[in-house]
């Protein structure tokens, strides 16, 4: 799957803002952001734009792609060249189906920009160990709110002695979903909860609005991505630094391990 997809707003929401209110110039925007969220198996993407600063006007709330530069990834001592997927696109990929990433390596980013070492690493993560559900199935009561309460619940369970992070998503997969019930109608068909270091999560019909087949990925990730979640600075009172882990920029460059499992939600009568 796109993990970046799933993180992108979450990622645009830090990422609009500075370290503190300023004027809106070319020298202020001029601030590369990295986006980075590597999957074993996957073909390594970077995306790299620049800032958007906090006093920018509507017509420049579109982060500008940085093109044309050269993007490094070292892994186990060796060097790999991320090419643009595009011309002008911002994106960089390896240009090759090979399987570069793999758990417990470390990853290092480095380009160059304006003369700046822009560099950043990580560590991949293992995959979740031990995941499973309690019951693949909700049953709920057609016509009767109140069963919401009552409906049973999906107890995940993981392994996690180390006090990991996790990072847990519910999204219903169907096409034209139906709704459990009128209060349900045109609620979002996805959900998640903030990263946390436990090793369980309970699915209750809190987690979901619509029959179907639903979609549950546990992803066994890093502290620089729990880190997005928890930035009391970021408010309309108080503007602080967002969050980052990359040297002479912003954004984040870092690796998750999901893993995927399935529920079904069905009507009682």
Not at 41 to 55: C, D, Q, S
């Amino acid at each position: 799957m796109k993990t970046s997809n799933i993180f992108y707003a979450l990622l645009m929401g830090m990422l609009i803002t500075s370290c503190k209110p300023t004027d809106y110039t070319q020298e202020a925007a001029d601030i590369p952001v990295i986006e980075a969220f590597l999957v074993p198996g996957k073909v390594p993407e970077v995306t790299i734009t620049r800032i958007i600063p906090y006093a920018a006007d509507e017509a420049d709330s579109i982060a500008v792609p940085l093109a044309g530069l050269d993007v490094n990834l070292k892994i186990k001592g060796s060097d790999y060249i991320l090419r643009e997927d595009t011309a002008g696109s911002g994106k960089y990929r390896y240009p090759a189906d090979s399987m570069l990433i793999h758990p417990g390596d470390t990853i290092v980013l480095h380009t160059l920009y304006h003369g700046a070492v822009i560099e950043s690493s990580t560590v991949v993560p293992s995959a979740p160990a031990s995941l499973k559900m309690s019951t693949d199935i909700l049953y709920y009561t057609s016509g009767n709110p109140s069963s919401w309460l009552s409906a049973g619940e999906i107890d995940l369970t993981w392994e996690n002695s180390a006090a990991d992070f996790y990072y847990i998503t519910v999204e219903n997969v169907e096409t034209s979903p139906v709704a459990l019930n009128t209060m349900a109608e045109n609620m979002p068909k996805f959900g998640s909860s903030p990263p946390s270091k436990g090793n369980q999560f309970r699915i209750g019909m809190r987690n979901v609005t619509y029959y179907g087949t639903h979609r549950v990925i546990v992803y066994h990730v890093n502290p620089e991505f729990a880190e997005l979640f928890d930035n009391p600075g970021m408010s309309t009172v108080a503007m602080t630094e967002p969050p980052t882990n990359i040297k002479n920029g912003l954004g984040i460059f870092t690796a998750v391990y999901p893993d995927t499992l399935y529920f079904e939600v069905k009507k009682l009568n």
